[in-house]
């Protein structure tokens, strides 16, 4: 566990983010009251299923959302530097501009959408490491090949003259990665920089992500659909589903040992796991509600096995914090006699 606050408090926080979507001519809230923080130097897995808001999450805090897109409310503190999300000033969106690429850096999913295909792949990691040292190019480049080095990239003396096109996806990925350490940056965010790799690139790409965070001390924000990537790689976690958080912990091992939202124990339960080959693969029954058929109660409600009448009747409760972490239920695995216990009997 390697999360850690300075005096000045955690690197990362967003506090009471609401973003909604003008879709159609209705307005449709995409994210309701998102809050998390992140140490210095901490990974935090920010995970739901598909749709359930994890990528506007990493967007409203690069300050890159999409045109029809508006943040209601939300504050964000970075280093020691806040932001209003919502009613930020042209000042606030260049001071946001200028934190990209230095202070925080993206890793998207699709490496080819990142890249510049014209450009060899060396000269923009050089681009990213000028943007933060007044080098000369030559020095630059010297640290560009470096960087390659790195990330795994083996002859990168001769790497750092090809072209996009020319490598494979694995090392696309590298060399991506490579541009976003490049900066310095005391934050990284993830956007499932795994997902588009075949299963052994991936793997190696996630040791490469663990070796990176002993070399760069980085925050690191992991946005993934898979536990056992979360397992791997971070010390926290955040579960988000259908905009909301539904639980959300600084301590991993307490989250997977005994879930506290019914809706983490389902994604553990269908979560595939080496001890369990030859067993069926538990399936969330139903779908996540779409943005504009959300319930008026908790979302997940209707694809609980443990919900009770009043889970319909009104939005999640704001916090409910069940040892040390939130629990966004009224009524939280565990917390009634043997829940627990039916929970990991499951499992
Ligand atoms: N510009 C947009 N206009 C309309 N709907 C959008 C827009 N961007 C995102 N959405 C919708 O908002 C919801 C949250 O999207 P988001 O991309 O954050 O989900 P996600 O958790 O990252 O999903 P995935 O794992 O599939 O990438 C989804 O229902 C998505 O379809």
Do not use: W
Request: proline share 5%; glycine share 8%.
């Amino acid at each position: 566990m390697r999360s850690e606050m300075t005096s000045a408090g955690p690197l990362l926080e967003i506090d009471d983010l609401t973003l909604k979507l003008q879709v159609g001519g209705a307005e449709l809230t995409a994210l309701e009251h998102v809050s998390f923080s992140l140490g210095y130097g901490e990974a935090r897995g920010l995970v739901g299923e598909s749709g359930s808001g994890k990528s506007l999450t990493l967007r409203a805090i690069l300050g890159l959302l999409p045109p029809n897109a508006v943040v209601t409310s939300g504050r964000m503190v970075f280093d020691g530097a806040e932001f209003d999300l919502a009613h930020g000033s042209k000042a606030d969106a260049r001071r946001l501009e200028r934190l990209r690429g230095t202070g925080i850096s993206m890793i998207f999913q699709e490496p080819s959408v990142a890249l510049n295909p014209v450009i060899p792949v060396g000269e923009q990691i050089v681009d990213a490491v000028m943007r933060r040292d007044h080098l000369r190019r030559s020095q630059a480049r010297d640290y560009a090949i470096h960087l390659m080095k790195l990330v795994g990239i083996h002859d990168a003396e001769h790497k750092v003259d090809a072209y996009e096109f020319e490598l494979s996806g694995g090392l696309k990925q590298r060399v991506m990665i490579a541009a976003a350490v490049a900066g310095k940056p005391k934050l990284i965010l993830c956007d499932e920089p795994t997902t588009a790799l075949d299963v052994t690139v991936q793997r190696q790409i996630l040791s490469l992500f663990t070796h990176l965070r002993d070399e760069l001390d980085a925050g690191l924000l992991y946005v993934t659909h898979d536990l056992a990537v979360v397992a791997q790689l971070c010390d926290s976690i955040t579960v988000l589903y259908s905009g909301n958080v539904m639980e959300s912990s600084a301590e991993l091992g307490s989250v997977f040992d005994d879930p506290g939202h019914p809706y983490t124990e389902a994604l553990l339960r269908s979560t595939p796991d080496v001890d369990r080959i030859g067993r069926r693969l538990y399936s969330i029954p139903g779908s996540a509600p779409s943005l504009s058929d959300r319930p008026l109660g908790c979302p997940f409600a209707p694809r609980c096995e443990y919900r009770q009448d009043d889970c319909e009747q009104a939005r999640v409760p704001d916090t409910s914090t069940v040892e040390g972490r939130e629990v966004h239920c009224r009524h939280p695995v565990g917390h009634e006699s043997g829940r627990v216990q039916l929970a990991k009997e499951a499992r």
